[in-house]
């Protein structure tokens, strides 16, 4: 669990550099500076997409992570049904 939070981490730090480049790319755009803001933009999107990818690992183990403790949760169940029926034959 601590590696996807630190992985959503990490993605909302590339999305918000991504939001700065982009403020950066208008604010030159604004200026004249056609070139300079063309690349913040692509610089941005570059970013943006290592985000999204990011986040699609943190989603990966998160989903990795739920399937382990389902598997967990049915052999408890498995565990005490045997418990059960066992008690039950030792009461009979």
Same mark, same amino acid.
């Given at each position: 669990m601590v590696q996807s939070?630190?992985?959503?981490? =990490?993605?909302?730090?590339l999305e918000f550099e991504a939001s700065e480049g982009i403020e950066?790319? *208008?604010? =030159? *755009?604004?200026?004249g500076e056609?070139?300079?803001?063309?690349?913040?933009l692509l610089d941005a999107i570059e970013k943006e997409r290592d985000s999204l990818d990011?986040?699609?690992?943190?989603v990966d183990t998160l989903r990795q992570s739920?399937?382990?403790r389902r598997r967990a949760i049915d052999q408890q169940?498995?565990?005490l049904n045997d418990l059960s029926t066992c008690l039950s034959k030792e009461r009979s």
């Open positions: 939070r630190e992985t959503v981490d =990490e993605a909302l730090a950066a790319a *208008h604010s =030159e *755009h604004s200026r056609a070139a300079v803001s063309v690349g913040l990011l986040l699609e690992q943190g739920l399937e382990q169940l498995d565990i």
